[in-house]
């Protein structure tokens, strides 16, 4: 049974395009495509086995007049463009089962014809080994991980029947945690065996890694890089294991090059990256490294690779500092320790030098040391607001090692809290020339988003060297931030992560002692505008060390 539907809005939308441009632009001749005929063989079928031998592959031709490329739309959950209109797809789902195809033909100008066709096919396949590797054989599961410490971890190449390169990323492969600024390597994806079948469940800490032409997806707009956005990935997949029938299958060394089996992840499923994949197609299993081949949604051309793992990769500093010369835990109650900390007081010269709002104060409502934890409170107090600052000035200063904090950042819009550096001769040759170090600066308008920053000389206010990056839950969860600073470079990581990094060489502001503060102030140029019904926020640190 065929049923044939002409998508004409996208006609009548550029017919009213043109009618608005000018009289000399052709469009040349937009008709929807016409005559779209499906054919498919099942493959094994014979008198005795009319829905064929089992393995589930069926192939197809798609034709029509006027047809640029082709979309299949499976009936189980898989999508797939076929330029040339033929292709063949594993149906998965044990026994015989009747799938709806939907083949949607693509003319000039977006217009489009669709049909369907009724397949019923028998299929026994079963990877029992994939199975239990990818599970573990348990509804318990096994969680998994991007393989950032790999290199060639993740890339791509071409989808093609070159068998030189259609099996490996041929054009680009990351090095080891390049996409560390990211949110990329945030994501945990646990497969489970429950009742016999594949359960997936993908925790991406709340923002998903997007390809420039997906982005539109993720609330953002197409074009550009790669970026992350907030994107909820809750809930359980089913996935069902098919025999592959990807150009790598046809490979004189295919044996060699993957398993022949693939995942197909339902409801939208994916992992790690979106790029419109759901199909992904394993290379290769182990007990703790799993190799996947994807095609990318939109670009039948592109194959992308991701190399997951079981145990979660830690990026370990090449320089790092272990000898502690100085902390604070803030585990006495009261004021903050006064052979650590003084205070910055008042409005400060045009709002400290940012257009800030706040009054600072060493008054218990701002600043307190509660619950083993420093806390610093910024208040709405009249038409203006008050907040407190702590510095380490004339009591510590440093210069090179580690300073590890554990922090949670203040909620809302109009809030802006940091701790960083100044150097030590800042009363003496004046800012920007003493340096500044921005460990960490969040405000509450950007709100899954941290920076860190460096301004000196020729480099200062709005053209600071500026790193952000986005983190899950900022405000209501702690963060362990750390930056490594040597004779060479300055890196700050979030969670163990790198996010921005500066090199550092004698010509710099950089090779001399700073000291430590801690503040929140409100507005400003950072901060930007109050929201008018705030009334108070507070910044916890659970702790501050140095190491050297």
């Keep these: ?104 033909a693509n003319g000039k100008g977006g217009v489009t014809s669709s049909t369907t066709v009724d397949v019923k096919v028998f299929s026994n396949f079963s990877d029992e080994k994939s199975t239990k590797l990818l599970t573990g054989g348990t509804a318990a599961g096994k969680t998994w991980y991007i393989a950032a410490n790999e290199n060639a971890h993740f890339g791509i190449g071409p989808n093609s029947s070159d068998q030189t390169q259609n099996y490996y990323p041929a054009w680009y492969s990351a090095g080891p945690f390049e996409k560390a600024a990211t949110c990329f390597y945030d994501g945990e994806f646990s497969f489970a065996l429950v009742n016999g079948k594949i359960e997936y469940k993908q925790d991406n800490k709340g923002n998903t890694f997007f390809h420039n032409s997906y982005k539109s997806v993720g609330g953002g707009t197409n074009g550009g890089d790669d970026q992350c956005f907030a994107f909820s990935t809750a809930g359980t997949k089913i996935v069902s294991l098919a025999p592959s029938t990807s150009v790598v299958t046809k490979n004189k060394e295919a044996a060699t090059q993957t398993t022949g089996t693939v995942m197909n992840i339902s409801d939208a499923g994916f992992i790690g990256y979106y790029a419109g994949a759901t199909q992904f197609e394993i290379l290769s299993i182990t007990e703790n490294r799993m190799y996947v081949r994807f095609v990318q949604g939109n670009e039948p051309g592109f194959a992308w690779y991701l190399v997951l793992t079981t145990t979660k990769p830690s990026q370990v500093p090449a320089d790092d500092f272990t000898k502690l010369v100085w902390e604070d835990n803030f585990d006495t109650a009261g004021a903050p320790n006064t052979a650590n900390w003084s205070y910055d007081l008042g409005t400060g010269t045009g709002g400290w030098g940012n257009g800030e709002l706040q009054s600072y104060t060493s008054d218990a409502k701002n600043v307190k040391v509660e619950g083993g934890m420093l806390k610093i409170t910024a208040i709405k107090e009249g038409s203006g607001y008050s907040s407190a600052r702590i510095k380490s000035e004339d009591k510590f200063k440093f210069k090179y090692g580690k300073v590890e904090f554990r922090a949670k950042m203040p909620a809302g819009v109009g809030t802006w809290g940091a701790v960083w550096s100044l150097g030590q001769d800042f009363k003496t040759v004046g800012w920007p ?116």
Excluded: R
Excluded at 63 to 68: C, L, S
């Design 1 to 104: 049974m065929k049923k044939i539907f002409f998508n004409i809005i996208a006609l009548f939308s550029l017919l009213l395009l043109v009618n608005c441009q000018d009289d000399n632009v052709e469009f040349g001749s937009i008709a929807a495509p016409s005559n779209l005929v499906v054919t498919f063989d099942i493959v094994g079928k014979t008198a005795q086995a009319p829905d064929g031998d089992g393995s589930g592959i069926v192939k197809f031709t798609a034709k029509a007049d006027n047809a640029i490329s082709y979309k299949y739309v499976y009936g189980d959950g898989i999508t797939e463009v076929a330029p040339a209109g033929k292709t063949e797809h594993g149906f998965s789902v044990v026994g015989v089962n009747t799938y709806t195809v939907t083949v949607i």
């Design 433 to 548: 020339n003493c340096g500044e170090i921005d460990f960490l600066e969040y405000v509450g308008k950007n709100p899954s988003e941290i920076s860190g920053a460096f301004h000196f000389p020729g480099n200062s206010g709005g053209g600071a060297i500026v790193g952000k990056t986005t983190i899950a839950n900022p405000t209501t969860e702690f963060h362990v931030y750390k930056t490594i600073w040597t004779a060479t470079s300055i890196k700050m990581y979030v969670d163990d992560k790198l996010y921005h990094s500066l090199d550092n060489s004698p010509a710099t502001v950089y090779n001399k002692d700073f000291f430590l503060i801690i503040n929140l102030a409100m507005g400003g140029g950072l901060g930007g505008p109050v929201d008018p019904s705030f009334t108070q926020s507070t910044m916890e640190v659970d702790y501050i060390k140095v190491y050297q």
